[in-house]
Nanobody, 124 residues
Framework: QVQLVESGGGLVQAGGSLRLSCASS????????MGWFRQAPGKEREFVAA????????YYADSVKGRFTISRDNAKNEAYLQMNSLKPEDTAVYYC?????????????????WGQGTQVTVSS
């Protein structure tokens, strides 16, 4: 079973920043699109951002555009989500995911592997 491991979540005040990391030693990292999703209590899981395999093309949900930055380091088998200007409505469990196919998929069904999630809480 392929494992993706997230880290970097926590509690932060509104306006603050957090950096999430996602690592896997079990897949050929550079052959997967990497994405981040989040799920708030009582809500469906939603797309946050995706980054292409090698070129670094990115795609963001409108709700985070200009505040969040997705990146990756294929040599380290890691992906990142830098979150700035955090708002209380960003509070959620954040998941990283890997997609074998697609360009910059935004549907959760398009992703093949998932991490266990990391909690991000933004206080007002």
């Amino acid at each position: 079973q392929v494992q993706l491991v997230e880290s970097g979540g926590g509690l932060v005040q509104a306006g603050g920043s957090l950096r999430l990391s996602c690592a896997s030693s079990e897949i050929t990292f550079s052959t997967y699109v990497m994405g981040w999703f989040r799920q708030a209590p009582g809500k469906e899981r939603e797309f946050v951002a995706a980054i292409s395999r090698v070129s670094g093309r990115t795609y963001y949900a409108d709700s985070v555009k200009g505040r969040f930055t997705i990146s990756r380091d294929n040599a380290k088998n890691e992906a990142y989500l830098q979150m700035n200007s955090l708002k209380p409505e960003d509070t959620a469990v954040y998941y990283c995911a890997a997609a074998k196919f697609g360009v910059l998929p935004s549907g959760s069904h398009e992703y093949d592997y998932w991490g266990q999630g990391t909690q991000v809480t933004v206080s007002s």
